[in-house]
């Protein structure tokens, strides 16, 4: 069974940080490309950064400079560092992993970010 599940989202003022985690169970953690994403309410769901299985990243315009995504393959798990946070990046965040040969990907359940005053 495969599982991901999110942790480290909370409530924080506009310039604080949170990071978030995804642990994975049930798959081949080390084959998949890992990514965040995140969906505001009324709003898409919007990919906030995603790390390859090699290691390589990339992140959307908006969190460059701001978000950094890791991984540790041995403890099968993925990071989201988020510092300067703003209200603007409120949304729940969700862990995906994605093995694009036989197209498959994962869900997790999400983690709430608010960024209040």
């Known amino acids: 069974q495969v599982q991901l599940v999110e942790s480290g989202g909370g409530l924080v003022q506009p310039g604080g940080s949170l990071r978030l985690s995804c642990t994975a169970s049930?798959?081949?953690?080390?084959?998949?490309?890992m990514a965040w994403y995140r969906q505001a309410p009324g709003k898409q769901r919007e990919l906030v950064a995603r790390?390859?299985?090699?290691?390589?990243?990339r992140y959307a315009d908006s969190v460059k400079g701001r978000f950094t995504i890791s991984r540790d393959n041995n403890k099968k798990m993925v990071y989201l560092q988020m510092n300067s946070l703003q209200p603007e990046d409120t949304a729940v965040y969700s862990c995906n992993a994605l093995q694009t040969v036989q197209d498959v990907q994962y869900w997790g359940q999400g983690t709430q970010v608010t960024v209040s005053s």
């Open positions: 049930g798959i081949l953690f080390s084959i998949y490309h």
């Open positions: 790390i390859a299985f090699s290691g390589s990243t």
